[in-house]
């Protein structure tokens, strides 16, 4: 594995060249972690592996390099200063519950979010940051579309017709009406 720190990144990408953020590979970067379990504040305890015995710590130091282009590390500053006074709603599965906890991991950083909603089950969260008016929710789906499960001698078979064309309106009554980023995230994601 390749070890790089933030220095050894060029200042600027070529403007020619193009980049394809699916091919390339995980390498260690020795430039400092932009967070750890204990400076997130938003980090739920069930996810803190350091509080759950994980002793090592490499995998922390990991980031993906795509193979012809390099990618600035992550300032959430700058981050927050783009989405001021916007909201975004990262909507899917567990993956994408995962993927909205990091980003709030790495804006916590800069600014102290606060939990305005979470539903009873805890799959629906929003949280505002305040100086920045910036909004960010997640929103579970089990699908993206709406589905009808197959009734196979009328009990449910786990086979699904799906209407491609129909939002799930489990999810799309959820949203608000003015959203300004929607960031969509679902797959199957087991073996």
């Known amino acids: 594995m390749e070890d790089i720190t933030q220095e050894a990144l060029p ?6 060249s193009k980049c394809d953020l699916s091919k390339g590979r995980w390498i260690r970067d020795l430039s400092g972690l932009v967070y750890t379990n204990e400076t997130c504040p938003t980090l739920p305890v069930s996810k803190n592996c350091g509080r759950h015995g994980r002793t090592d710590t490499e995998y922390l130091q990991l980031r993906w390099k795509p193979d012809e282009c390099e990618l600035p590390r992550f300032q959430p500053e ?9 909201k975004m709603a990262i909507l899917g ?4 519950r995962n993927q909205m906890e990091s980003l709030l991991c790495l804006l916590s950083q800069a600014e102290t979010p606060i939990d305005t909603y979470k539903d009873s089950e805890e ?3 929003t949280w505002h940051f305040p100086t920045h008016n910036f909004t960010l929710m997640v929103i579970w789906t089990r699908f993206l579309v709406t589905t ?5 001698n009328g009990t449910p078979s786990a086979v699904y ?3 491609i064309d129909s939002p799930d309106p489990a999810w799309a009554s959820k949203l608000p009406s003015l959203i300004d980023y929607i960031v969509i995230s679902n797959g199957h994601w087991f073996f």
Do not use: H, I, P
């Open 11 to 16: 200042a600027k990408q070529d403007k020619e």
């Open 93 to 96: 599965d567990s993956v994408a």
């Open 78 to 86: 700058n981050f927050l200063r783009l989405v001021r006074g916007k």
């Open 161 to 163: 017709d799906l209407q």
């Open 123 to 125: 799959r629906d969260r």
């Open 148 to 152: 009808t499960e197959r009734l196979a």
